[in-house]
């Protein structure tokens, strides 16, 4: 499949599309990370401040200062930013016949994948009458956060929800930023997901506001019932949100720091460059702090990106926020030596999502240590992962690919392994932790266990 573009670009239209040229140089993990392009404005310590400032208050007034962050961030007033159950029928029933038919197959694929993913429970004899087993538990509570913005997101209403449903949580809130427009409630979209998906519990609520209220909870008032505090909190968002998630981590689980959406395309002279192009926007096209990212070996396939962007970008609908994003700090492109110099690129970046667009792409993908979700081939774009493949688009940012997971089944589910020992079997290894315990200076652990034979040898 070719797209071609003819348009010529203008100067007013141009991208801005940096390079970073590794070739030749023989860097270390942590030079590859430090040479990477990354976002230079705001970061989570600058952040942080205003973060805990918000979780102080949520804490502190409760649904008085939620009200307050939503005038103040919103232009929402508020009694109560439970959704009511009226609200949520009548925005199924408003929904766009298309879009419903949309929301239900993308809803049937990620059932089918998250159903596949829950792991077996597991029981281990190891020796007559000593069985060790690992049961996997869901948590009794989740809260799940939708982002706003600049754009709707119905979809991730869909990737929160469906896995907590397979892992079999029985308690479920939801919260999405207030909209003016919409008489201070979320997007009808987003109420008319969650009500397919059968979730009656909503709160018009925004940002790291949200993340507190769900880690803490916060009292019932006169206008309406307390918002229970979860166990989980999970979702997407912006830095506020992603250093909430980071702030309130202990108190409750989270999925991962996901923040502001990125795009790494490892590329060679094969590649497609308006292929390479429109998915690099499709990313950019989030946010202007969105981060779109070319690792190549080919200088003439990044020039025939370049131009590829200057007249896909002016052709787009948010143009001018695709061409910010694509010219920001976080943007551009990584020329290396070849394929070997590539992947290690690659695995500095920890990409949440990495498109694979080389020759025998399945073989390069399989060798890719750190990225939340990798899409391999011309047929596999990043936007079918946002809507359709049956995935979850709810990944980790900003390199943390390198330690944490996507969201999945298991982000809603607890380990926990249960010890089954009979009078024999203990017998059998009593020596053992005896011995142990005093190697450890731990007298009282090996009388915990002979006191339960009494008359015998120690």
């Not at 998915?279 to 025939?304: F, K, M, N, R």
């Amino acid at each position: 499949m070719t797209i071609s573009s003819e348009l010529p670009a203008t100067p007013a239209t141009a991208v801005n599309f940096r390079t970073v040229d590794v070739r030749g140089r023989n860097l270390t993990l942590a030079g590859l990370r430090a040479a990477v392009p990354r976002a230079q404005g705001q970061t989570v310590a600058n952040a942080e401040e205003k973060v805990l400032d918000i979780i102080g208050a949520v804490r502190a007034r409760g649904f008085e200062a939620l009200a307050e962050l939503a005038l103040r961030f919103d232009g929402v007033e508020q009694s109560h930013p439970r959704v009511p159950a009226e609200a949520m029928d009548s925005a199924l029933e408003k929904l766009d016949p298309a879009v419903r038919k949309a929301l239900e197959e993308s809803i049937r694929r990620a059932r089918i994948f998250a159903d596949g993913q829950r792991p077996r429970n597991v029981d281990v004899e190891l020796g007559d009458g000593a069985l060790v087993s690992q049961n996997w538990v869901p948590v009794a509570r989740v809260g799940l956060y939708v982002p706003g913005g600049l754009a709707v997101y119905p979809s991730s209403v869909i990737m929160n929800v469906v896995p907590a449903l397979a892992a079999g949580v029985e308690s479920i809130a939801l919260a999405s930023p207030p909209q003016k427009e919409f008489g201070g409630l979320p997007h009808p979209t987003i109420l008319a997901a969650a009500a397919l998906l059968g979730i009656t519990e909503v709160y018009a609520i925004g940002g790291a506001q949200a993340i507190a209220a769900f880690a803490y909870g916060v009292d019932a008032t006169e206008a309406g019932p307390a918002l229970e505090p979860v166990d989980v909190v999970t979702g997407p968002g912006n830095i506020f949100v992603a250093t909430a998630k980071r702030l309130v981590k202990g108190v409750v689980g989270i999925d991962s720091e996901a923040g502001t959406t990125e795009i790494a395309i490892l590329a060679d002279a094969t590649a497609q460059p308006a292929l390479v192009a429109a998915d690099l926007i499709s990313q950019a096209e989030h946010d202007p702090q969105a981060a779109s990212v070319l690792i190549t070996d080919s200088e003439d396939l990044a020039a025939a990106v370049r131009a590829e962007l200057d007249v896909q970008a002016a052709a787009t609908k948010h143009s001018g926020r695709v061409r910010e994003a694509l010219s920001g700090p976080q943007s551009g492109v990584v020329l290396v030596d070849g394929l070997e110099q590539g992947i290690a690129a690659c695995d500095a970046y920890a990409a949440e999502h990495l498109e694979i667009m080389t020759r025998d792409a399945s073989a390069v993908a399989a060798r890719i240590r750190n990225a939340g979700a990798i899409f391999v081939g011309d047929y596999s774009p990043v936007s079918l992962g946002d809507y359709c493949a049956g995935s979850n688009h709810v990944l980790p940012t900003s390199g943390t690919a390198a330690f944490s997971s996507g969201l999945n089944v298991t982000t809603f589910l607890r380990a926990i392994q249960v010890v089954n020992y009979s009078r024999d079997a203990l017998a059998e290894v009593s020596s053992h932790i005896v011995n142990l315990s005093r190697a450890e200076d731990l007298p009282a652990h090996g009388d915990a266990v002979t006191v339960r034979f009494p008359g015998a040898a120690s």
